[in-house]
T-cell receptor, first 110, second 110 residues
Framework: DGGITQSPKYLFRKEGQNVTLSCEQN?????MYWYRQDPGQGLRLIYY???????QKGDIAEGYSVSREKKESFPLTVTSAQKNPTAFYLC?????????FGSGTRLTVV | GIQVEQSPPDLILQEGTNSTLRCNFS?????LQWFHQNPWGQLINLFY???GTKQNGRLSATTVATERYSLLYISSSQTTDSGVYFC????????????FGTGTQLKVEL
């Protein structure tokens, strides 16, 4: 079945560590997106990529980095520079109209 | 930037009743989507609706882009309808980026 796979579902990080969240899609979509959701709030755009080897900052990119070396993969690294990284992270892809979301990764800083 | 406002923020329904959720947006948009986020965090696309009316089972949606609003109708509500409903818009000239509203938290009780 086609879809988006995010891993891991739960992730715990110590302060000062970098962590990488995985997002893989087999939908052959060109565009991919990372969103952050805080409790009781909507989704905010971190980074997005319209094509391979190209990506742009979203509204809250500080403290995050991404890469897009393959069409299927768009990993997100949460760096130690992100001051409040505890949140729910959602990855999405789109063929140009309509989005499909993964099931998300819950990151907690301990 | 564009403002996307949803109302009501919270809603409690008795099973079997009907409801209307509203989404207002402050600028011209290319498109609009409605999502349901289940208690486990998964976002499910309900409608991709730039204008007009669409129906899918007990759910229907209407977008009036010229007046900058969209409505989501839920008829004969069921407990499985519980969760958060988000509308999200694609800005005109903003590429394919989605900007999310703050959501409506719906609880359907027996």
């Amino acid at each position: 079945d086609g879809g988006i796979t995010q891993s891991p579902k739960y992730l715990f990080r110590k302060e000062g560590q970098n962590v990488t969240l995985s997002c893989e899609q087999n939908l052959n979509h060109d565009a991919m997106y990372w969103y952050r959701q805080d409790p009781g709030q909507g989704l905010r755009l971190i980074y997005y990529s319209q094509i391979v080897n190209d990506f742009q900052k979203g509204d809250i990119a500080e403290g995050y980095s991404v890469s897009r070396e393959k069409k299927e993969s768009f990993p997100l690294t949460v760096t130690s520079a992100q001051k409040n990284p505890t949140a729910f992270y959602l990855c999405a892809s789109s063929p140009g109209r309509g989005y499909t979301f993964g099931s998300g990764t819950r990151l907690t800083v301990v | 930037g564009i403002q996307v406002e949803q109302s009501p923020p919270d809603l409690i329904l008795q099973e079997g009743t009907n409801s209307t959720l509203r989404c207002n947006f402050s600028d011209s948009v290319n498109n609009l989507q409605w999502f349901h986020q289940n208690p486990w965090g998964q976002l499910i696309n309900l409608f991709y609706i730039p204008s007009g009316t669409k129906q899918n089972g007990r759910l229907s949606a209407t977008t009036v882009a010229t007046e900058r609003y969209s409505l989501l109708y839920i008829s004969s509500s069921q407990t499985t309808d519980s969760g958060v409903y988000f509308c999200a818009v694609h800005l005109t000239g903003g590429g394919n980026k989605l900007t999310f509203g703050t959501g409506t938290q719906l609880k359907v009780e027996l």
